[in-house]
C-alpha cells in the first residue's frame, strides 16, 4: 500500500516508473538550469569599474567600494557599524579575538554547523563545546547551552542555521545571566529576521560570509563583521590589517598596535556584492514565493517533515532541509533513518533532484576533534537523528527565476512517495 492508495488521485493514475528502474525523470532533462549568483551587466560593469580605478586593496587611505558596501550592509542591519573582512571564518575569528577568547576559554556553539563554527574558537587556541540543537529548527538549543556553561566559557555563538533566526530570545536570557557574550554566526542568513530586527543586529556582534553560494554573495571569497560595539569594530578594522590603524584620508602610519593579520575585503569582491545588494530585496521577496509555493506542495506528504518559518521570523531559505519518517505513515513501522535517507536520495536523484546531505557527522565527530571529546561533550541525540534522517535542497533555489524547476522538483517527490513502498522495500523495511 502506498501512501496515497486511498487518495482520489491514486484511483484516476498509476504512478509513472521510478527514473531509478528506467521510467522517465519527473525533472525534464531540458529543465532550466538555476543559476547561483546570478551574474549580470550591473556586477560586470562595478567589477570593471574598480578594475580601471586601479584601487585594487582597500588600504591606500582611498575610499573604496569596500567602505561603500560597509555602509550599506550596517543600514541594512541595522548596526552602527560594518567592517568588510577576508571571509566569514575571519568574521568569527576577528569578533571572538576582540572578545578576548583564546586559550583556556571555552565557546559553545552547536553540534550542527559547518566546520568553520568550530575552527574559529579553535585556531585561537579555545575549545569549542558543542551543544545539541533544535530537532525542527536545527539551531541551537537554549536549554543544552545553559547546561554547557562552566566558568571557562567565554562566549556563545548562535548560527542561524539555513536561514532560520536562532532562539535568540532564550540564548539572550543565558548569556545575560551569565554575563557573556553572543556571537552571531549568520553566514547563511542574510535578510532574515526576528520581528522587524535583521539578523547581524541580535547579539554582540555577527559574522556574515560573501562567499559565492551565500544568499548574497560576491565573485570567490568574502565576509562582513556587524556590531553597535565602536571597540569590537575597531579591533576587527585593526586586527584585519596586521594591527594598524587606518585613518580614511589620512597616509598610513605603518604602526602596529595589536596582533593582527591580513583578514581584508578586495574592492573587486566589494563591488560585486555592491551590485548584488540592488537585487537583494527583489530576490529575498521573489525566492519566499517560490519555495513556499513549493513547500506547500510538499507539506501534503505523509511523513515528510519540511521546513516552516518559526513564527514571528523571516527564514532567509538559504538551505532547505527535509526530514523523513514515512514509515508510520506508509503502514510500515519507522525505517531505519540512515537506510531510508539513503534509499530517498537515490530515488530522487534519479528523479533529477539534486538532493544533497549537509554535514556528515555532528561535529564533535570530525577527525580533529579525536580524543577531545571529554573536552568538548558528547551527547547531542538531535543533532544525530537530523543527520541521520535528512536530506537537503541547497544553491538551486536561490534564482529568483527557479519558481518552475522547483515545481519540477515537487513532482519528482511527489512521484516518489508513490512509490514509498518501494523505497522502503530499498531500505530493507518490507
Ligand atoms: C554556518 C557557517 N559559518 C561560517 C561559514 C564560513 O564562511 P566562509 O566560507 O566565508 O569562511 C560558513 C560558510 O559556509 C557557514 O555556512
Known amino acids: 500500500m502506498t501512501a496515497h ?36 551587466e550591473a556586477e560586470r560593469r562595478r567589477v570593471t569599474d574598480v578594475l580601471d580605478s586601479g584601487h585594487l586593496v582597500s588600504n591606500t587611505g582611498v575610499e573604496t567600494e569596500v567602505d561603500q558596501l560597509e555602509r550599506a550592509w550596517a543600514q541594512h542591519c541595522g548596526t552602527a557599524h560594518c567592517v568588510g573582512v577576508s571571509n566569514g571564518t575571519a568574521a568569527l575569528e576577528l569578533i571572538l579575538d576582540a572578545l578576548g577568547v583564546g586559550p583556556g576559554s571555552e565557546v559553545i556553539i552547536p553540534a550542527l554547523s559547518f566546520i568553520a563554527t568550530a ?47 536562532a532562539d535568540m530570545g532564550g540564548l539572550t536570557a543565558i548569556a545575560r545571566r551569565h554575563g557573556l557574550p553572543l556571537v552571531e554566526d549568520a553566514a547563511q542568513a542574510h535578510g532574515a529576521a526576528i520581528g522587524d530586527r535583521s539578523t547581524g543586529s541580535l547579539g554582540n556582534a555577527a559574522a556574515f560570509s560573501l562567499q559565492y553560494t551565500k544568499n548574497l554573495p560576491t565573485c570567490g571569497e568574502g565576509g562582513l563583521v556587524t556590531t553597535d560595539d565602536p ?8 586586527a ?66 519540511v521546513p516552516r518559518a518559526v513564527p514571528g521570523t523571516t527564514h532567509a531559505w538559504h538551505i532547505l532541509r527535509f526530514r523523513f519518517h514515512p514509515g508510520p505513515a506508509a503502514g510500515a513501522p519507522e525505517a531505519d533513518p540512515d537506510r531510508f535517507r539513503a534509499s530517498l536520495h537515490r530515488l530522487l536523484r534519479a528523479e ?22 571529554h573536552r568538548t561533550g558528547s551527547g547531542h541525540p538531535d543533532t544525530r537523528a537530523v543527520i541521520a534522517d535528512s536530506l537537503t535542497l541547497q544553491k538551486r533555489h536561490l534564482d529568483p527565476a527557479s519558481g518552475p524547476l522547483l515545481q519540477h522538483y515537487a513532482d519528482a517527490f511527489e512521484k516518489v512517495w508513490e512509490h514509498l513502498d518501494t523505497a522502503l522495500r530499498m531500505a530493507g523495511q518490507r
Do not use: C
Open 240 to 305: 584585519r590589517q596586521f594591527g594598524e590603524e587606518l585613518v580614511r584620508g589620512a597616509p598610513r602610519t605603518h604602526r602596529s598596535h595589536i596582533r593582527g593579520g591580513n583578514a581584508k575585503l578586495s574592492p573587486v569582491q566589494a563591488a560585486f556584492t555592491l551590485a548584488q545588494l540592488t537585487r537583494f530585496y527583489a530576490y529575498r521577496e521573489q525566492r519566499e514565493r517560490n519555495v513556499t509555493a513549493f513547500l506547500s506542495r510538499l507539506s501534503a506528504l505523509p511523513g515528510l517533515q
Open 5 to 40: 492508495a486511498e487518495g482520489p488521485r491514486a484511483l484516476t493514475r498509476r504512478p509513472g516508473r521510478l527514473a531509478a528502474f528506467g521510467g522517465p525523470p519527473a525533472v525534464p532533462r531540458d529543465a532550466a538550469p538555476a543559476r547561483w549568483p546570478v551574474i549580470g
Open 352 to 373: 533529477g533532484v539534486p538532493m544533497s546531505r549537509y554535514q556528515v557527522m555532528p561535529l564533535p565527530d570530525q577527525p580533529v576533534f579525536a580524543g577531545a571529546r
Open 231 to 238: 571597540d569590537l569594530a575597531r579591533h576587527v578594522g585593526m
Open 119 to 165: 575552527m574559529a574558537p579553535l585556531n585561537l587556541g579555545a575549545v569549542p563545546v558543542f551543544a545539541d540543537v533544535d530537532p525542527r529548527t536545527f539551531n541551537l538549543s537554549a536549554e543544552d547551552t545553559a547546561a554547557r556553561i562552566t566558568p571557562r566559557t567565554a562566549a556563545i555563538i548562535p548560527v542561524h542555521l539555513h536561514g532560520q533566526p
